[in-house]
T-cell receptor, first 113, second 116 residues
């Protein structure tokens, strides 16, 4: 079956620090990969996505590259802000069948001034 | 913008009550989903629906049922609420993309249910 593994949190960083959140996946077929973000008290929002190998998704200074050879989709940001404090979910969906999205367990990021 | 609206942000119910969680989407999406979110477990799929009156079990359907009488509305039902169903419930929707492609899901703001 399909699965997503994320690094355990919480991750605490100082403002302007470099962020990496690791994500690896297992999938049958050819998945699309996503990062969602959940701000406190809110639902999930799509942050970025990549639909095929070597694609790079980017948004709001965040980036992630679809690495088929290592089955990874690590999230990075060069300089985090306090407003980036949230829970980040790595996810995938596979073509064919119903468009279910499989999520990782989430990584909580706290950025301190 | 796609909008997925859940009827309540917070609910408190008693053990044994029948509970209805409502979700409405305004983008004419074919697929709708109910997830529950628990610390350390991420999001787990309870049920989904790919068409009106159609439903499929997800990974953790026990203790839940669903109803989709109209395309835009997907209800999650707890027949007899129990304390282990205290959780954050998230509704989502999407469309079937062109063949061979995938699509993300669009989420509501969540309902935090407490069963006492």
């Amino acid at each position: 079956g399909n699965s997503v593994t994320q690094m355990e949190g919480p991750v605490t960083l100082s403002e302007e620090a470099f962020l990496t959140i690791n994500c690896t996946y297992t999938a049958t077929g050819y998945p699309s990969l996503f990062w969602y973000v959940q701000y406190p008290g809110e639902g999930l929002q799509l942050l970025l996505k990549a639909t095929k190998a070597d694609d790079k998704g980017s948004n709001k200074g965040f980036e992630a590259t679809y690495r088929k050879e290592t089955t990874s989709f690590h999230l990075e940001k060069g300089s985090v802000q306090v407003s980036d404090s949230a829970v980040y979910f790595c996810a995938l969906s596979v073509s064919g069948g119903y468009q279910k999205v499989t999520f990782g367990t989430g990584t909580k990021l706290q950025v301190i001034p | 913008d796609v909008k997925v609206t859940q009827s309540s942000r917070y609910l408190v119910k008693r053990t044994g009550e029948k509970v209805f969680l409502e979700c409405v989407q305004d983008m004419d999406h074919e697929n709708m989903f109910w997830y529950r979110q628990d610390p350390g477990l991420g999001l787990r799929l309870i049920y989904f629906s790919y068409d009106v009156k159609m439903k499929e079990k997800g990974d953790i359907p026990e203790g839940y049922s669903v109803s989709r009488e109209k395309k835009e509305r997907f209800s999650l039902i707890l027949e007899s609420a129990s304390t282990n169903q205290t959780s954050m419930y998230l509704c989502a929707s999407n469309n079937d993309p062109p063949a061979g492609l995938n699509t993300e899901a669009f989420f509501g703001q969540g309902t935090r249910l407490t069963v006492v």
